[in-house]
């Protein structure tokens, strides 16, 4: 694990600048932040810092590419072409954007190279073959007129992003957006820029007009908050933390009452009955919590298990934790890489000490892993209460909280007491289980003996604090679109 031949396997990095109406600029103050590379904690790139005033020249780039451009008035059928054609880049440079994500996230370059930028690519043509799709209805008003729906695109649209993953949350927001004929200003997370500015290059070549996407990197107090506070902003779409949520809504209600749509996370429960294959259930619960190194919105994080298969799982998703490999997200043997910096690092070992201090008992892990980097070996604490902080708050890393229950009812309890609603498992081979389950659960997705199960043809969202607005599916779209009702009176119609 030297630093050196893991900095090797970084590409150059050559986009670091923002990306405003076609062109790579410095910031307008001139400042840069660092990213680092998390295996290390050494610089990877110095990156231009936006702020408000190069908030003002992106969105005023984008209402002008909204306002005067071709792409709201292309027809969806060449939106949908520009789109697949910079989908087709993605696949030319899927080595390259992986080991980007990789190196400025931590992530396994290999899951990077099979799952992050082909999901990518696979949301992005899946809108990209909704954009001639879309349509108004006609209505069947009463009196002597005529009645249909307009379905416009909303404008311009703020863009904010998480950096766990970097890619997938890129197109998750801005596909819609652009199939709907909107114009957007991504902000990328601080932690994880280079990625979304290697995508505007890339929508460059592939023929997206200027001003069309827009790439801010920078911090959320400066960059992120002129975005959500821009009276020339249409519409917000955020994922990421709920405190940061709702200071987007305020920004919005003291604003101009642009719209918004939050993902805010969740504390997502994995319920397993005693019916279930438990060696199964084992390697479910563990890719549940482990993959991505737990920095995932719907990590299963909350693992309760039948009293009458909890001893023998208990055991045996110690040994499957213990044999999770933590190293070197570039080397293809490692499961989990280094969370994703210093700040995030530091928060999961607070919230160790936290679940040991309350009670709970620590499993197996429980410690930073190796010398250098952010890394931290998988933890499972079992004896968890549900009022104990490791229950209730989204950790955001390697850590599984354990707990036992001996009815449905009871279970269906227990995942409830969350404030949280993002997403639920259900291991059973019972039909009936399965279904009275999946619908007393409160979460926006339900996943019934699998987990991680994504598809852009399922809407995805949150219920309770989890957020509202779904991304993915055609649905997805709607939040970037105005319905418009026109009505016009027909005098003399042979029929109404």
Not at 80 to 91: I, S, T, V
Not at 320 to 335: E, I, L, M, R
Not at 410 to 426: D, M, P, R
Request: net charge negative.
């Amino acid at each position: 694990m030297g630093s050196n031949e893991m900095v090797a396997v970084v590409p150059e990095i050559k986009q670091t600048k923002l990306f405003i109406n076609g062109e790579f600029v410095d910031a307008a103050s001139g400042k840069t932040f660092e990213t680092r590379d998390p295996r290390t904690g050494d610089v990877l790139a110095h990156v231009a810092e936006a702020d408000k005033a190069d908030v003002d020249l992106a969105v005023g780039a984008a209402r002008e590419a909204f306002e005067h451009g071709k792409w709201p008035r292309m027809s969806g059928y060449e939106r949908g072409r520009a789109m697949h054609k910079l989908a087709d880049l993605m696949e030319q440079h899927t080595e390259e954007l992986a080991a980007l994500d990789g190196a400025d996230a931590g992530k396994l370059l290999l899951l990077g190279k099979i799952i992050d930028i082909p999901a990518a690519v696979h949301m992005l043509r899946y809108y990209a073959g909704a954009a001639d799709k879309i349509h108004g209805e006609s209505l069947r008003v009463s009196g002597k007129y005529q009645g249909y729906t307009l379905k416009e695109p909303i404008g311009v649209v703020g863009i904010i992003i998480p950096w766990n993953f970097p890619s997938l949350m890129f197109f998750l927001k801005i596909s819609p957006a652009l199939a709907a004929g909107c114009t957007v200003v991504v902000k990328p997370a601080e932690q994880t820029p280079l990625s979304a500015l290697y995508y505007a290059h890339l929508a460059k070549l592939a023929g997206i007009p200027d001003g069309v996407i827009n790439v801010v990197p920078g911090f959320g107090p400066t960059a992120g908050a002129a975005i959500a506070s821009h009276m020339d902003v249409d519409s917000v779409a955020f994922t990421g933390s709920g405190e940061v949520g709702r200071l987007i809504m305020e920004a919005s209600a003291r604003s101009n009452l642009k719209t918004v749509s939050l993902e805010l996370g969740g504390k997502s429960p994995l319920i397993i009955f005693d019916d279930a294959d438990v060696d199964m259930a084992v390697e479910l619960s563990r890719l549940a919590i482990f993959f991505n190194k737990g920095e995932v919105c719907v990590a299963g994080s909350r693992v309760y298990v039948q009293e009458g298969i909890y001893d023998e799982f208990v055991k045996k998703a110690v040994v499957a934790a213990q044999n999770w490999k933590v190293g070197d997200p570039f080397d293809v043997a490692t499961n989990m890489g280094p969370q994703v910096d210093k700040v995030q690092f530091e928060r999961v070992l607070r919230y160790i000490e936290h679940g040991k201090s309350e009670g709970a008992t620590l499993l197996t892990g429980g410690k930073p892993f190796g010398d250098k980097g952010y890394y931290i070996e998988p933890t499972i604490f079992a004896d968890v209460k549900e009022d104990m902080k490791i229950a209730q708050d989204e950790i955001f890393g390697p850590v599984m909280s354990l707990m036992k229950f001996k009815t449905v009812d009871e279970a269906i309890e227990k995942a409830n007491c969350t404030k949280y609603g993002l997403a639920a498992g259900i291991i059973t081979k019972n039909l009936d289980i399965a279904n009275r389950v999946s619908r007393s659960v409160r979460a926006g997705t339900v996943w019934v003996n699998c987990y991680f199960a994504f598809d852009p043809e399922a809407p995805f969202g949150g219920y309770k604090m989890s957020g509202f607005g779904r991304d993915q599916g055609m649905m997805a779209i709607d939040k970037y679109m105005q319905v418009k009702s026109v009505i016009t009176a027909v005098p003399d119609s042979p029929w109404y």
